[in-house]
């Protein structure tokens, strides 16, 4: 059974939830605008150098992603030897 205390309670959670949801659109959006591309060159167990692109805010960001996506630079971040923005 609903109280006529909660309603006005859910209400405010709602309209504070909205306002998250709101902030968050914007970030996202004007973030977006700010993404370059860069090259994420590393070299494989045969000296063979490879490449990734991402489209990241800083080269540290594109590192990150790198690692989270391609295997081998997880498990050898050491492997990368340049980290180029193409902008």
Known sequence: MITTNFIPKFIYLLQVLNR????????????????????????NFNNIRLENCFYAFDAFEARTLAMEFNK???????????????N
């Open 20 to 43: 998250y949801l709101l902030i968050m659109n914007n970030l996202k959006h004007s973030k977006a605008n700010n993404l370059k591309p860069y090259t994420v060159h590393y070299r």
């Open 72 to 86: 081998y630079i997880h498990d050898h971040p050491n492997s990368i030897d340049l980290i180029r923005c193409e």
